[in-house]
């Protein structure tokens, strides 16, 4: 048998890469199927992390429920959304960036090594583990921020926002074996009303611009 | 019980009596030093007799507040006297009253008097009621802060006119300072004011332009008049009286009749002021009026300085 | 107090849980019933009127019979230290009688005054708003626990707020009710700062049991200045006071009653209990500050007022004016609590919270009064009616009661408070030194013109919306009010005088509060206490307005025989009013309100700045005039040269930002927080 650790620490940095595979991307299905992979990578943690308990205290973990969720929302339901909405609009390919690709994904390891060295500060932070669930986490976290600034179509910025939220997700799930079930779901539905919101946006602004570029968006400034 | 009720009795009858005649008085003397003969001065009394037998008019526009106010006016002032009587042994019961109440009580006078001002739609009366409304307005403060200055006085320590007679009927001149004397003379031009004389009021014209008081009762007839008249009166008695008891309060711890008799001869000292001042001035446009009472205000404030502030 | 006694008391608290229960089950009910507008008036109402006697008979036997304990009802919610807690001594006593008294009133009058809603707007909502508006304002004055006590506050805030723009369809109603959620969340965050500050310092929540005496000066020096900003925005101190004549006009006339009798008491409730109550009596300048801003509320509440024409606009700017007595009577009562003079601030207090409950009386009076004018007539502009004295006799006598209270006038309560509330001021005045002296009297003086100032309002009030002809067809066509209106009125009306003949009475509902804040009571002082004689500080002076009243119940007969027999052979005949021998006289010729307050105007204009505009349409010839127009307006001070300026300088300052900072691109604001995020990161690691 591996070690649970073992095994969430190869997961978490599956997710990392997922992350960066996402940044280097530039065609609107492919940042769908990168982010269901990585959902998939979450729930597949969340469902080692339950199955693992479930085994050594021999009664029900709640993470195997989180993990159905996400399969059931993020793998599933969201990007599905998120595809019929791509159908919708014309833009298939990212064309002009703030930043182009190579110097992101150097700017995104940037970010990841900033986040190590601010969490390997943390005194109460101990064990190479918890250090390393930590950065890749919180990194993800802040590629999925730098995700949404660097990416000038709507979509762009509904998927780093899940990325953001995944992170965090994977944040608790890693570090606490999980928040509060209540808490949990909580979130989830926050995240689903949020994207939900987000998709109707994205056909307003469709419609209202000719585009779902955000930047013509100052344009509603008074 | 019965000796109050027998004071009460004789301070009503001493203010209804006497109220006419003080008005008979200043007009007498008005007319003496005009070099005109003038009407007697129980004039006064055959007015209102006359009155009292006329038909009474009232108007089609009017409401029961027209017809109630001479009634409310007349009983509220006679009231108001009881709390300020013409010497200190009047005062009965121990007496239940202070000055604040007897403001109050004239203003219910004011109050009821400018209402039917607006009762009867006429436009003269209800530009009475304004101008009488803003000219209290003005007068009002200063008469509370002379009464406050005087209530303040170690004499007296309380608002009380009881115990302002009591303070100040002590022998001699212990009372007299230039905080009196300002309050004296403001005093003065809040009664000139409040009973609607010259120079803020012509109570003899019924002309527009110096319309207040008399604007006001201009809709009444027979006995309301009659009513509205004697109150107006006994309301200036009832000044003066103030004054003849607080800033005049020299012999009224005598005997009974004696204090009654120096109480009548101050009462016609200040009706002769004032019949003087009247004939030495010209009536002041409207608004002028705030400049005049403004001086009063302000004698009152200095009054007040004087004895509480700067002496200390 | 004997032991049954207290096996007794424990069924009380069951009575408050039963009001405040009978007061939110009419506001569901008459929510679940709201498709039949009968059924949600009268079950709305008839709850309310429940409740509020229920409260009135609770209050009046724990002031009388209960006033040396109090109750306390303590519901755990699991969140440390917030609670459901409720805790009654005499001085929430008292707040609830009043509140309770004026709604039950309310609640009776509600029944007719909410047919004229019928068809046209949702009378469950009403009801339902209603009742909870009335339990949150029992709630804030009953809560014992500060943080409770900010809910209740916040509940009563916003549920006056949609009370308030109840006919939202009116764009002034609107902005009404803007500025009003505005200034009253001002004045809320005041109170939740003053209230975390009491809470850092003494670790208690619960007013029972907050002891201020760890807190440094500074702090209570902080604390006190917030809570007054806080209070005196719900009191209408001026210059806090420019939403309620905005938003008390706005309400349907019950809930401009209740508003302006009750809500902003609860502001008076709030600065005593925690001037009094939690910081024990404070310093000299709280006092003073507290009776300085009472003094020119006053003065400058009644200044606007005389200028209204809008009769409710009137009554709210009156109502600034009467908070600002009340203020001046605690401060009063505060200064004397820190010379150390008991038996004066014992005084004083008593005469504010006469006044308060007199108040809430004719003020309550004359709003519902207001709201019947407007029922009848759907106006509340004075120079668009007259002559409704005729038209509707009782709504008039009633509303002249008030009106009779309100400018102070004996034999009606007005008159008693204003008394013992001059008696105060003379009083501190003789124990104060020379600047104390200087202060008291101006404010005596300011007291004095508000009140004259006060009667001429409501002179012209009168006079122009009941007296003379009427002047538009709407006053013509009026009506006397329904039956449960009169009811409600009359009811007031009554007490407005029961209250001044016999205020005695009153006060020993209310000694126990004294013996509560102060530990005096207002009996100690003057010997010989007769029930209907009401004494001054010290005994050194006393008026008696039931002696007051025989003499004039006496005399009045006697006038009335004397003249009947002087004048026995006298006639009496109507005729027209004199017309300067024109053929008729009509209602356009009479004076009008704002004719009325003209000199006033004139003689304040430095004041008031008055503008006027005169439009003239000639016709044919230029000496005869088609049509004239004259409009004349004052300028509220406050607005022009306080918040103007203040409300410019952030939008101006707004702008720019937006300029600076808030391009409109999405990715801009992502950057900001990208920054953020890394900043801190940063930081963290530096640390």
């Known amino acids: ?222 | 019980m019965f000796q109050g009720i027998v004071k009460i009795v004789v301070q009503l009858i001493i203010t209804a009596a006497l109220a006419p005649l003080v008005s008979g008085i200043i007009k007498k003397l008005k007319a003496r030093v005009q070099h005109r003969k003038g009407a007697s001065v129980f004039q006064g009394y055959f007015d209102l007799l006359k009155l009292f037998k006329k038909d009474v008019v009232v108007s089609h526009n009017a409401s029961w507040i027209f017809t109630a106010t001479p009634y409310i006016y007349f009983v509220s002032i006679l009231a108001a006297s009881l709390f300020v009587p013409a010497i200190p042994q009047l005062f009965s019961f121990g007496f239940i009253g202070d000055a604040v109440l007897v403001v109050y009580l004239i203003a219910i006078g004011r109050f009821f008097m400018a209402l039917s001002g607006m009762d009867t739609g006429s436009t003269f009366t209800g530009m009475g009621s304004s101008r009488e409304m803003m000219i209290s307005a003005l007068i009002e403060p200063s008469m509370m802060l002379v009464l406050f200055t005087v209530g303040l006085n170690p004499l007296v320590g309380s608002l009380s006119f009881q115990a302002i007679y009591k303070g100040f009927a002590a022998p001699g001149w212990g009372f007299v300072s230039p905080s009196y004397l300002l309050l004296l003379i403001s005093m003065l031009i809040i009664v000139i004011a409040e009973t609607a004389r010259i120079p803020v009021d012509d109570p003899s014209t019924h002309l527009e332009l110096t319309m207040v008081h008399e604007a006001m009762l201009l809709e009444y007839s027979g006995r309301h008049l009659a009513l509205m008249e004697i109150s107006a009166s006994i309301k200036q008695l009832l000044l003066i009286t103030v004054i003849c008891n607080v800033f005049i309060p020299f012999g009224s711890n005598a005997g009974v009749i004696q204090a009654l008799g120096l109480y009548v001869l101050k009462v016609l000292v200040i009706s002769g002021v004032i019949a003087v001042i009247e004939i030495n001035s010209v009536k002041l446009r409207l608004f002028s009026v705030p400049n005049h009472a403004a001086l009063a205000f302000i004698l009152a404030v200095l009054g007040f300085m004087s004895s509480f502030v700067f002496g200390r | ?687």
């Not at chain 3, 007769?530 to 004494?535: G, K, T």
């Open chain 3, 1 to 687: 107090m004997p032991l049954d006694d207290i096996a007794l008391f424990s069924g009380y608290e069951y009575i408050f849980a039963a009001l405040l229960i009978l007061y939110l089950s009419g506001a569901l009910l008459s929510l679940l019933v709201c498709r039949s507008q009968k059924g949600s008036n009268a079950v709305a109402n008839v709850a309310a009127a429940a409740a509020s006697l229920t409260g009135i008979i609770f209050c009046v036997c724990k002031l009388l019979i209960y006033n040396g304990r109090s109750f306390d009802i303590n519901l755990k919610t699991g969140i440390y230290p917030i609670s459901i807690s409720f805790h009654i001594d005499n001085l929430s006593a008292f707040f609830v009688l009043v509140i309770s008294l004026l709604a039950f009133v309310a609640s009776i009058y509600s029944m007719g005054y909410l047919k004229h809603y019928y068809n046209s707007r949702n009378i469950g909502v009403f009801g339902f708003l209603y009742n909870l508006f009335i339990a949150s304002m029992i709630m804030v004055v009953t809560s014992g626990n500060i943080f409770f006590f900010l809910v209740a506050w916040e509940i009563m805030s916003m549920v006056s707020y949609f009370l308030v723009v109840f006919e939202n369809e009116k764009p002034e109603t609107q902005r009404a009710g803007t500025i009003y959620i505005i200034m009253t969340h001002i004045g809320t965050a005041f109170i939740i700062a003053a209230f975390v500050l009491i809470y850092q310092y003494t670790g208690s929540a619960s007013f029972a049991e907050i002891n201020a005496s760890g807190i440094p000066y500074a702090v209570k020096n902080v604390i006190f200045i917030f809570s007054l900003i806080g209070f005196g925005t719900k009191a209408g101190i001026i210059p806090l006071h420019i939403w309620l004549p905005k938003a008390h006009p706005a309400a349907p006339g019950n809930i401009s009653a209740l508003m302006s009798g009750v809500m902003i008491k609860t502001a008076a409730y709030g600065i005593i209990r925690i001037v009094f109550d939690i910081l024990g009596g404070g310093y000299l300048w709280w006092g003073t500050a507290i009776l300085l801003l009472g003094g020119i509320s006053a003065i400058v509440g009644i200044a606007f007022a005389f200028m209204e024409i809008d009769i409710k606009k009137l009554l709210a700017y009156s109502s600034v004016e009467n908070m600002g007595i009340i203020f001046i009577g605690i401060g009063l009562s505060s200064i004397a609590c820190s010379n150390g003079n008991t038996v004066l601030a014992v005084f004083s207090l008593t005469a504010s919270l006469l006044h308060i409950f007199n108040h809430s009386v004719f003020k309550g009076l004359l709003f519902l009064g207001a709201g019947s004018v407007h029922y009848s007539t759907g106006t509340r502009n004075m120079e668009r009616l007259g002559g409704l004295i005729r038209k509707m006799p009782y709504t008039a006598m009633f509303f002249l009661a008030g009106a009779l209270s309100i400018s102070a006038l004996p034999p009606f309560n007005g008159f008693v408070s204003e008394w013992a509330i001059y008696q105060a001021l003379f009083a501190s005045a003789g124990t104060g030194g020379s600047w104390m002296k200087i202060i008291i009297i101006v404010t005596a003086a300011l007291l004095a013109i508000a009140g004259v100032l006060a009667a001429a309002s409501f002179i012209k009030t009168f006079g122009t919306a009941f007296l003379a002809l009427p002047r538009t067809s709407a006053a013509e066509e009026a009506k006397e009010a329904p039956r449960t209106m009169l009811a409600g009125m009359g009811i007031l009306a009554a007490l407005c005088l029961a209250a001044g003949i016999f205020p005695v009475h009153l006060l020993k509902l209310l000694d126990g509060i004294n013996r509560e804040m102060l530990n005096a009571s207002i009996f100690q002082g003057a010997a010989g206490y007769s029930s209907l004689v009401l004494h001054s500080y010290e005994g050194n002076t006393s008026i008696s307005p039931a002696a007051l009243a025989i003499i004039g119940l006496l005399l009045i007969p006697a006038v009335l025989l004397a003249v009947r027999y002087m004048s026995k052979n006298s006639s009496f005949r109507n005729y027209g009013t004199w017309d300067c021998g024109y053929r008729r006289l009509d209602s356009r010729m009479q004076y009008t309100a704002t004719g009325f307050s003209k000199p006033v105007r004139i003689v304040f204009r430095a004041f008031y700045r008055p503008q006027r505009e005169l439009q003239i349409e000639r016709g044919s010839s230029r000496y005869f005039f088609k049509r004239a127009r004259y409009k004349v307006s004052t300028v509220s001070v406050f607005e022009k040269y306080l918040y103007e300026p203040i409300v410019r300088s952030v939008v101006n300052f707004a702008r720019r930002m937006r300029l600076l900072i808030q391009t409109g691109s999405i990715h801009t604001y992502l950057i900001y927080i990208f920054v953020v995020v890394i900043a801190m990161l940063i930081y963290y690691a530096r640390a």
């Open chain 1, 1 to 222: 048998m591996f070690k649970l650790e073992e095994i969430l620490n190869i997961l978490s940095m599956l997710i990392l890469i997922s992350a960066f595979i996402l940044v280097a991307n530039k065609r609107v299905n492919s940042y769908i199927k990168t982010f269901r992979l990585q959902s998939m990578l979450l729930a597949a943690a969340a469902g080692t992390l339950g199955i693992y308990h479930m085994a050594a205290e021999r009664k029900f973990d709640s993470a195997i429920i989180m993990c159905l969720l996400i399969i059931l929302l993020k793998v599933i339901f969201i990007p599905g959304m998120l595809n019929r909405i791509c159908k919708r609009v014309e833009y298939k390919v990212e064309k002009d960036f703030f930043i182009n690709i190579p110097i992101s994904i150097i700017i995104c390891c940037g970010l990841a090594i900033l986040v190590w060295y601010v969490i390997s500060l943390i005194p109460d932070i101990k064990g190479a583990y918890e250090i390393m669930f930590l950065t890749n986490s919180i990194s993800l976290v802040m590629i999925g921020l730098f995700f949404m600034i660097s990416r000038k179509k709507a979509i762009g910025q509904i998927i780093g926002f899940l990325v953001i939220e995944n992170g965090m997700f994977m944040a608790a799930l890693l570090t606490t074996f999980g928040m509060p079930m209540i808490v949990e779901i909580g979130i989830f539905f926050d995240v689903l009303a949020a994207v939900l919101i987000m998709g109707v946006f994205v056909f307003r602004i469709n419609e209202s611009f000719d585009s779902i570029d955000i930047d013509k968006l100052r344009n509603l400034r008074g």
